[in-house]
């Protein structure tokens, strides 16, 4: 089943504790992609990733860090995650302008 | 830069009502790509459709259709006979086929009440 998994679902963590949101997609797409959502924004673009080892800033890359080191694999990572982090995060994968296939969500929240 | 612009923050509808989202975009790119997402309150992003710049033509599938205008940069989704099932977020997108960077709208919430 073509699916993009995201883990962990749900996280409550503390300020300053790094954490990776892992993204893993089946589906042999080039283009992943992270996303954050919150009331009244929509969804909000972090970074996204044309192909292996190729990472480029979305609207809002502040405090995030990317890696494509596989095709398959694009984690998130928080370095030190602070309170206005805390918020719904999507991975999304896809062929070159198709419609996105998206994960079933992340929801963080640091304390 | 592109955008998308959803003014209806929410809508509340009676079942069996008609009910039109509004999304307007900008772009600069003649070679771009709208879509429509839905967001139940499970809260995973259901993908509805895709259409491209150059396709201009109106769809509809089953319930639903789209109205796409490129003279006043609309895309607009209309749920006829609307039911209890429909009431989500849903998320309007473009994305310029140039870079793949997709901009979703705020959303409009839609309830529909029986």
């Known amino acids: 089943e073509a699916q993009v998994t995201q883990n962990p679902r749900y996280l409550i963590t503390v300020t300053g504790k790094k954490l990776t949101v892992t993204c893993s997609q089946n589906m042999n797409h080039e283009y992943m992609s992270w996303y954050r959502q919150d009331p009244g924004l929509g969804l909000r673009q972090i970074y996204y990733s044309m192909n292996v080892e190729v990472t480029d800033k979305g609207d809002v890359p502040e405090g995030y860090k990317v890696s494509r080191k596989e095709k398959r694999n694009f984690p998130l990572i928080l370095e030190s995650p602070s309170p206005n982090q805390t918020s719904l995060y999507f991975c999304?994968?896809?062929?070159?302008?198709?419609?996105?296939?998206f994960g079933d969500g992340t929801r963080l929240s640091i304390l | 830069a592109q955008k998308v612009t959803q003014a209806q923050t929410e809508i509340s509808v009676v079942e069996k009502e008609d009910v039109t989202l509004d999304c307007v975009y900008e772009t600069r790119d003649t070679t771009y790509y709208l879509f429509w997402y839905k967001q139940p309150p499970s809260g995973e992003l259901v993908f509805l459709i895709r259409?491209?710049?150059?396709?201009?033509q109106n769809e509809i599938s089953g319930r639903y259709s789209w109205n796409f205008q490129k003279s006043t940069s609309s895309f607009n989704f209309t749920i006829t006979a609307s039911q209890v099932v429909d009431s989500a977020v849903y998320f309007c997108a473009l994305s310029e086929a140039i870079d793949n960077d997709m901009r979703f709208g705020a959303g409009t919430r839609l309830t529909v009440k029986p």
């Open positions: 999304a994968s896809s062929l070159s302008s198709q419609p996105q296939h």
């Open positions: 259409r491209n710049s150059f396709d201009e």
